[in-house]
């Protein structure tokens, strides 16, 4: 009974943080006040979702070996190492169990294809722009095209590329701005962040959660780049560089990159242009906390019944 009741929580938890959670946080107002905090618990409600399913999945599996989840695990740990993993179970447990396998197997392997993928576009789009851009003194690389366009592409050797149109079209505190925007992307990593929203969202495209996870951390790391842009050029040129980079622009950037004016540019101008304050220090301790609870969720669940 102990081991259906553990089930069902985990299940009921995966349930909540794939299905209304989601939607209720991308309209957070508190996000903006804090957006490394808010990526933190976007992080944590996506894993901890994968990590309660599995979880619960395979408290189902195992729940028949003995009365209590305790017992059931340690049985089905024992068998497993005896290479008899399916003794006891009926049926229905053994599909459970083979749904547990495929979505830790599926997720596993599906960041592996996704980072292995990026990394072959970031590779070949790189030495095209070694070929034909330009590198400025100040480490960007420029293309000769008219549209203006800023983007990073990040990997173990970055590039921040502009084409010779946004050089001409903004003003030198302007281009300063946008360049440590993109020089912020590439230091903090923030492809590798985007990179488990990307894949979920590519691979289940009808999951709503997963959609609005990936466009919701795709703004945040924007803002992310824009607060460090703002703490050494100031709001307004942060600001009025993102207004003209998005009315001048009529392409997109290349796969694999990350652009100034490619998200929620009127929520970032706005944002940048009339602050609020930031979010109390406790406040954002306890989204931290929030967080963590929610990654240790299952593994001390799973955990205490192993002990």
Sequence with gaps: MAGVLVAAGLLALSALLLGPLPARLARAPWSE??????????????????????GGLTAVA???????????????????????????????????????????????????????????VRRRHRLRLDLVGVARRDGAVVLDHDVPAAYCLPGFRPRVVVTSGLVALLEPAELAAVLDHERAHARGRHHLLLLPFDALATALPRLAAFRTARDSASRLVEMLADDHARARHGGRAVASALVRLAAGRVGSVPASAL????????????????????????????????SAALWAATPSVLGLCLL
């Design 33 to 54: 006040r804090a957006p490394r905090a808010a990526l933190a618990l976007w992080q944590a409600v996506t894993g901890a979702a994968a990590l309660s399913l599995v």
């Design 62 to 120: 195992v729940a028949p070996l003995s009365a209590t989840l305790h017992c059931s695990l340690r049985v089905f740990t024992a068998q497993t190492l005896q290479g008899h993993p399916l003794r006891g179970m009926g049926a229905a447990e053994i599909v459970a169990l083979v749904w547990a396998v495929v979505v830790a197997g599926g997720i596993i392997t599906l960041f592996g294809h996704a980072f292995a993928r990026q990394a072959g």
């Design 259 to 290: 652009g100034a004016a490619e998200r929620s540019v009127v929520a970032r101008v706005r944002r940048l242009t009339a602050p609020e304050r930031p979010m109390p220090v406790w406040q954002r301790a306890s989204v931290y906390a929030v």
